[in-house]
């Protein structure tokens, strides 16, 4: 097939978006001898500007250690292609004499490659494969960096509600995601009994109501004496505006070179702080926000998915091979399996969490949304239960 591979990294780092990167260079070694892989640094931006590193030349032992180290080796880009830069682009995978360009990422990702396609005419196979702690591509069961980052949180939670039952009072952790309620939810995966954190999960598929924050906050802090809480960065208020933008002040916001605020880089704890104290006199408060410690925490890197993202990127050689595509984990009922499917069915959509992942009449996760997060997240830890 190809003889000339060009692979990139887009988006967010994660714990194993290398082991992606790996397991596709590894896979063209083994399909294709003899075949160039060029890593472009820093996303697209090194198609743009010729920058590369040769996969080809890297021995194995120290791809496989790349493999398991977190962040994005190759660099990254939140660039957002637009029809002209891509055609910049698809120049600058010509000018390399590219046969296929495998780009990792998530949903821009995946838009970017289906604009390529659009542009290429069929000379040049372009694959999307799967990467965002978000968990929000359609198509996908999950994720690759999901579970890694899932383990983290849960067990971020799962401590600080351990913490809390010592020294009583709310805490209140903020979690990434800005469209989809995923990660945040895995909050909920670790909790000991019905007694135990997060007592309130607050996720971007339902409006938020600050006077309804603060009476069910006081109504957990009554029952359990003290009340952990999940908030996803990207709640928003019925009106659609983005919870930070009501509780901050405009000149305190920040935003991306999009326009977009940025949810992890305004003041939100601060702000929360402050509607607590306000609506809860007296009763100890904390707020954080988690911010980028759950994507690439190299404590959290989860067996099942630095083998999943490394068969991902191997899949995705196939996935070329076959002319292009994007790369989808999905769940027959039993396993994981690696599927292509169509990069239109991908590209620029959004997965949200379903609306039976959390109770109807609760800020809480039900059944259904439990039994999804203990398949992909199952305990890892045992703690002994307090006397508090």
């Known amino acids: 097939m190809a003889g000339t591979f060009v692979i990139a990294q887009g988006g967010g780092p994660t714990a194993v978006i290398n082991q992606t990167v790996v397991g596709a260079t590894l896979e063209i070694r083994k399909r294709h001898p003899g075949a160039k892989v060029l890593g472009s640094i820093h996303g697209v931006r090194g198609i743009r500007d010729g920058n590369y590193v040769d996969l080809s030349a890297i021995p ?21 292609p637009d029809a ?48 965002t702690i978000d968990n929000d591509l359609e198509e996908n069961d ?10 983290f949180v849960a067990g971020a939670f799962l401590s600080v509600d351990l913490d809390f039952r010592a020294l009583p009072g709310i805490y209140v952790g903020i979690v990434m995601g800005r469209h989809a309620g995923f990660l945040t939810a895995a909050a909920a995966a670790w909790q ?14 339902r409006a938020f109501s600050a006077k309804r924050f603060i009476d069910e906050v006081r109504e957990k802090l009554d029952r359990h004496k003290r009340c952990i809480v999940a908030v996803s960065e990207g709640v928003s208020t019925a009106d659609g505006k983005a919870l930070v933008e009501s509780l901050v002040p405009p000149d305190k916001l920040e935003r991306d070179q999009h326009g977009n605020v940025k949810l992890s880089g305004s003041d939100l704890p601060a702000a929360l702080e402050q509607a607590l104290a306000e609506g809860l006199p007296g009763k100890r408060a904390r707020v954080d926000a988690l911010g980028y410690m759950p994507r690439g925490y190299v404590g959290a890197i989860s067996a099942v998915d630095a083998q999943e993202a490394f068969d991902a990127g191997a899949f995705a050689v ?8 994007s790369v989808a984990l999905q769940y027959d009922g039993s396993k994981t399996v ?6 239109k069915a991908v590209a620029g959509k959004t ?16 059944e259904a949304g439990m039994a999804y997060l203990k398949r992909l997240v199952p305990e890892k830890y045992k703690v002994g239960k307090p006397f508090v």
Do not use: W
């Open 60 to 80: 194995e032992d120290r791809l496989r250690l790349i493999a398991g180290t977190p962040s994005a080796a190759l660099g990254s880009t939140r660039d957002k």
């Open 84 to 131: 002209a830069y891509c055609e910049v682009i698809l120049n600058g995978l010509k000018k390399a004499g590219a046969d296929a360009f495998i780009y990792i990422g998530g949903n821009d990702t995946s838009g970017t490659q289906q604009i390529l396609t659009d542009a290429a005419g069929g000379s040049i196979a372009f694959v999307h494969a799967p990467k």
């Open 142 to 151: 999950h994720t690759p960096g999901f579970i890694s980052a899932a383990e």
């Open 192 to 205: 000991l009994d019905p007694d135990s954190g997060p007592h309130l999960v607050y996720v971007p598929e």
């Open 318 to 325: 196939a996935v070329a091979g076959e002319g292009g595509g």
């Open 338 to 343: 690696l599927k292509k499917v169509p990069l």
């Open 351 to 366: 997965r949200h969490m379903p609306d039976d992942f959390m109770q109807p009449d609760a800020n809480q996760l039900s």
